[in-house]
């Protein structure tokens, strides 16, 4: 049984920082990229950063690219989002999220429970 469990989340003003950690369990990740989605309220799901396992390659949304840094500890089985220069349009549901191969895909095998994050104008 995998499991990814999110936390770090919470409120912070704009131009803040937040760091959120996703510790997965329940398989060997080695094979998998690993990442984090969101969604605003009244607004689709959208990919916001990956990573494949090794941490030799990473790829950000527009959105977030500059502000936003993701990370894995192995020996801890976490990945982790940096975000900096939060702003009020980063208010949303993160969600960790875990698929087998190199890609995370628009559909990945495994999902977290989801951590709020809002931003303060």
């Given amino acids: 049984q ?3 469990v999110e ?3 919470g409120l912070v003003q704009a131009g803040g920082s937040l760091r959120l950690s996703c510790v997965a369990s329940g398989r060997a990740f080695s094979s998998y990229a690993m990442g984090w989605f969101r969604r605003a309220p009244g607004k689709e799901r959208e990919f916001v950063s990956s990573i494949v396992w090794s941490g030799r390659m990473s790829t ?12 894995r500890d192995i020996s801890k089985n976490t990945v982790y989002l940096q975000m900096n220069s939060l702003k009020p349009e980063d208010t949303a549901v993160y969600y960790c999220a875990a698929n087998l ?8 095998n ?3 429970q989801g951590t709020q994050v809002t931003v303060s104008s």
Avoid: C, E
């Fill in 2 to 4: 995998v499991q990814l």
């Fill in 7 to 9: 936390s770090g989340g």
């Fill in 60 to 71: 950000y949304a527009n959105s977030v690219k500059g502000r936003f840094t993701i990370s």
């Fill in 101 to 108: 191969g190199l890609r995370l895909g628009s559909n990945p």
């Fill in 110 to 112: 495994y999902w977290g």
